[in-house]
């Protein structure tokens, strides 16, 4: 007769993939904040990496580079949290039904695409504050909201706006998460079978290879889709309250119309150097959280 599998039981068990995520992806986001302010302003055509650098160093000082880190990690503590967790728990309940096979490589797509869009859906505050925080020093004096902190920021979108306002742009963020995990996700799990059953190589080869190929196809998928999502979330109402872009479709045709689908990847190199990094170390922290569980017994 065929054994019963022993399932774990208890809270731990389903909170731990969600706890373990979110925690590796604010470890990172302390590591990789200043790239991302860099990577923000070159969309927003302050100049390139080297400029932008020079100028915020002179300007406004090292303290420049972590404006907006608060609402980076609230963004981790929400979205990663989120999206790491269903991920593995998308992934666990699918190898479940396939008898414990491995999965093939369009159900990890799947699953990573059905992450991404649970993770943006939740965390798409966060991101927005993220972005306006990070805007906010580049516009004059007297259009500054002067935000704080991201909580201060989140009050003030919902005081000025409306709380409906917290999803702006939520569109192209979903489009954009979706695609960036169905890169990240997947790859990264196919790329650790690949490297460990396929070529033998350890366990910390295996993290190492698969977080820099997860890293780069992370990148190349999402950052047409993160392009519009900061035009949209950046913009602001001309002198009779008009909008420059009527939603992503919009901006994305007149993106195209003016530059070409080259347009999408403008600061493809800073982009990349601040994605790749991030989903290297998230994984990398993810890894060793994992292991000093098992050291813990937990």
Known sequence: MREATAYPVGLWPIVKPFVNGGTAGMLATCVIQPMDMIKVRIQLGQGSAIQITKNMLQNEGIRAFYKGLSAGLLRQATYTTSRLGSFRILTSKAIAANDGKPLPLYQKALCGLTAGAIGACIGSPADLALIRMQADAMLPATQRRNYKNAFHALNRIVRDEGVLALWKGAGPTVVRAMALNMGMLASYDQTVEIVRDSLGLG??????????????????????????????????????????YTGALDCAMKTFKSGGPLKFYTGFPIYCVRIAPHVMMTWIFLNQIQHLEKAVGL
Do not use: N
Request: with cysteine; proline share 7%.
């Open 203 to 244: 366990e910390v080869s295996s993290v190492i290879g698969a977080s820099f190929v997860s890293g780069i196809f992370a990148s190349l998928c999402s950052l047409p889709f993160d392009y519009v999502k900061t035009q949209i979330q950046k913009m602001h109402p001309d002198a009779e309250g008009k909008y420059p």
